[in-house]
């Protein structure tokens, strides 16, 4: 049973977030296991204060320290369950593909993400959105998480983000987690969410798969901090891992099985949809359930559709 949880964007932001004691638990477990995985504190706490001030919306800080007054948390330390994508992104992986089906297209994906004994997997949360100036959205994420990796805006259209690797540096700008969330918030339409998605200034890497409500609404935005490329669907759909396909990288560097099996991966979810485009969720996660695209990392699968909101989410482990 998937966890689910409601905040209303018309309450003040201080008070949109009220977690079970279930939910307390699993995000004071989360934190405990993502200050493991960084080795504490010691090397970010100079930063993040500093870096919210600058970069983090004041509703959203408002949320994450009502956050981090309900799970007992410091507020660096609340800050960094939602800043942990930007921090630790070469574990962080995925598939995701886009396809055209009779009632709109349809986005699946894969969360690939290492994880402490399935903690990603099993404290999965949905988190239903209310209340929005353009309308409700729906996020994919965890207890203490006020952003989004993965969602989609009732209709108008979803977003999900791959990790990706390139030569430039991370940017002083506003974390992409934080980012999509205001994406979520702000764009109306398809066609305005894609424009934020490609020309707004970003702090890292990233591969984003945005699809709408009407046929052809599907692209891939491959982004670093400073540069942008939109790859549009063909012959019905779009796919990503985790590798450019239309900018060059010019990275030297390595993201080890992510990005070693990230063409293995596209290349599979390829065959199937040149054999048979799938019109159904379940259609669509019989794919995501792939051997050769199910990584043993995976700890989500999702299938969205825009045109209707609907979410279909399910644990891989």
């Known amino acids: 049973m998937i966890q689910e949880i409601v905040v209303d964007l018309t309450q003040p932001p201080s008070k949109r ?42 509703a959203y800080m408002a949320e994450i320290l009502s956050i981090a007054d309900q799970i007992g948390a410091t507020t660096d330390e609340a800050l960094l369950v939602n800043l942990y994508y930007d921090a630790i992104k070469f574990v962080f992986g995925c598939t995701a593909f ?17 994880t402490k004994n399935d903690m990603l997997s099993q404290y999965t949360l949905l988190t239903h959105f209310v209340g929005g100036q353009y309308g409700n959205f729906t996020t994919v994420g965890w207890p203490g998480f006020v952003g989004a990796l993965s969602g989609v805006a ?27 969330r205001t994406v979520f ?24 798969l945005i699809t709408g409500t009407q046929s052809g609404e599907m692209a891939v935005v491959e982004r670093t901090p400073t540069r942008s490329a939109v790859r549009n669907e063909e012959e019905g759909f779009v796919i990503v891992t985790n590798n450019y396909r239309t900018m060059e990288s010019n990275t030297s560097s390595s993201a080890g099985e992510l990005q070693e099996t990230s063409c293995g991966r596209y290349q599979r979810t390829a065959e199937h949809l040149l054999d048979h485009l799938p019109s159904t969720d379940a259609e669509c996660l019989a794919i995501l359930r792939d051997p050769g695209i199910q990584m043993d990392i995976t700890v989500q699968q999702m299938v969205f559709s825009s045109q209707t909101g609907s979410s279909r989410i399910e644990n891989a482990s």
């Open 154 to 180: 009732h209709g108008r259209f979803s977003v999900t983000l791959n990790a990706v690797l390139s030569e430039e540096s991370p940017a002083l700008a506003t974390p992409i987690s934080l980012f999509l």
């Open 17 to 58: 977030w009220k977690l079970t004691d279930m939910q307390i638990e699993q995000a004071q477990l989360l934190l405990d296991s993502y200050l493991q995985d960084l080795g504490g504190l010691d090397d970010f706490a100079d930063l993040l204060s500093g870096y919210a001030e600058s970069f983090v919306e004041s």
């Open 98 to 114: 886009g396809v055209d089906t009779p009632g709109g297209p349809l986005h699946a994906r894969n969360l690939d993400w290492w």
């Open 185 to 208: 918030e702000q764009a109306a339409t398809y066609k305005e969410a894609l424009t934020m998605l490609a020309k707004q200034s970003i702090a890292c890497d990233c591969l984003l």
